[in-house]
T-cell receptor, first 114, second 116 residues
Framework: QQPVQSPQAVILREGEDAVINCSSSKALYSVHWYRQKHGEAPVFLMILLKGGEQKGHEKISASFNEKKQQSSLYLTASQLSYSGTYFCGTERLVRRGGSEKLVFGKGTKLTVNP | EAGVAQSPRYKIIEKRQSVAFWCNPISGHATLYWYQQILGQGPKLLIQFQNNGVVDDSQLPKDRFSAERLKGVDSTLKIQPAKLEDSAVYLC??????????????FGPGTRLTVL
């Protein structure tokens, strides 16, 4: 089951904040965030685990609400370098012995203008 | 540390032709993934290897796609015969361990396939 990301796209001015959401209809064990610039490979940002703490570094942080099966990515005081498409990948809680795999959302395109 | 290498970077073929992609993961990485990314979509897992064994290939269209990872290092993904809907970027990723909960996946630059 593919997670749903919102918004689909957002345009900011440098210095503004943004929140990107990722929701699943299934119980999750972990949520992974990646950023992909046009024509480049996705780059890992962070992993949030069930029962884990909110993660963050510098001006990018994320949270995981286990009850709502929802994760949010927070971008504070955005920089031009933050432009790209942000993907969340979700890992469902599976039966014992089941394989762990990520299902990615369709992405949120973030554009930061000067 | 060298990243994940993929070749070719671009490939254009006619439908019904065959094509193969190659991936060299980061040295020492046990787990290798192949993803398909259609324009405007997130990556979709096709197959996951742990060393040279298949962990998950549930979303691999086995009637036309095949993959192997000989000796637990390099991997090749083949499509035979290709269809128009196979046009996508094929991403290879690798991770050092065997759990996605603790091990970052490092992606290669991808191979952009166009099927005409």
């Amino acid at each position: 089951q593919q997670p749903v990301q919102s918004p689909q796209a957002v345009i900011l001015r440098e210095g503004e904040d943004a929140v990107i959401n990722c929701s699943s209809s299934k119980a999750l064990y972990s949520v992974h965030w990646y950023r992909q610039k046009h024509g480049e490979a996705p780059v890992f940002l962070m992993i949030l685990l069930k029962g884990g703490e909110q993660k963050g570094h510098e001006k990018i942080s994320a949270s995981f609400n286990e009850k709502k099966q929802q994760s949010s990515l927070y971008l504070t005081a955005s920089q031009l370098s933050y432009s790209g498409t942000y993907f969340c990948g979700t890992e469902r809680l599976v039966r014992r012995g089941g394989s762990e795999k990520l299902v990615f959302g369709k992405g949120t395109k973030l554009t930061v203008n000067p | 540390e060298a990243g994940v290498a993929q070749s070719p970077r671009y490939k254009i073929i006619e439908k019904r032709q065959s094509v193969a992609f190659w991936c060299n993961p980061i040295s020492g990485h046990a787990t290798l993934y192949w993803y398909q990314q259609i324009l405007g979509q997130g990556p979709k897992l096709l197959i996951q290897f742990q060393n040279n064994g298949v962990v998950d290939d549930s979303q691999l269209p086995k009637d036309r796609f095949s993959a192997e990872r000989l000796k637990g290092v390099d991997s090749t993904l083949k499509i035979q015969p290709a269809k128009l809907e196979d046009s996508a970027v094929y991403l290879c990723a690798s991770s050092g361990g065997t759990s996605i909960r603790t091990d970052t996946q490092y992606f290669g630059p991808g191979t952009r396939l166009t099927v005409l």
